[in-house]
Nanobody, 123 residues
Framework: VQLQASGGGYVQAGGSLRLFCAASGLTFSRSYMAWFRQAPGKEREFVALLSWTGGVTNYSDSVKSRFTISRDAAKNTLYLQMNSLKPEDTAVYYC?????????????????WGQGTQVTVSS
């Protein structure tokens, strides 16, 4: 399994960014994919998850209503649309995957990780 995250950058507060995660090697029909983030000096935290079949999504309270997770099955690509960005959203964002019928918000349940992409939001 290979995950390649991209799309990070520098944006002012209130702006938007879209993250991408190209995936290969998964059994997509029974997989969950997620975004996590890690800010400097903090532990990695859950952001959003999605079942590859598209029936299940979940968001952390801190990003709910601002971020949207989605996927393009034809392109094997996961997205994270981030709107109304805040300085506290500044972090390295990671995409992750697990082969399971069940969702999880725990990073320890995801054996496959992308390399991370930096998102910086200025005030």
């Amino acid at each position: 399994v290979q995950l390649q995250a991209s799309g990070g950058g520098y944006v002012q507060a209130g702006g938007s960014l879209r993250l991408f995660c190209a995936a290969s090697g998964l059994t997509f029909s029974r997989s969950y994919m997620a975004w996590f983030r890690q800010a400097p000096g903090k532990e990695r935290e859950f952001v959003a998850l999605l079942s590859w079949t598209g029936g299940v999504t979940n968001y952390s309270d801190s990003v709910k209503s601002r971020f949207t997770i989605s996927r393009d099955a034809a392109k094997n690509t996961l997205y994270l649309q981030m709107n109304s960005l805040k300085p506290e959203d500044t972090a390295v964002y990671y995409c992750a995957a697990r082969k399971s019928w069940y969702p999880s918000t725990s990073e320890y349940e995801y054996p496959y990780w992308g390399q991370g992409t930096q998102v910086t939001v200025s005030s």
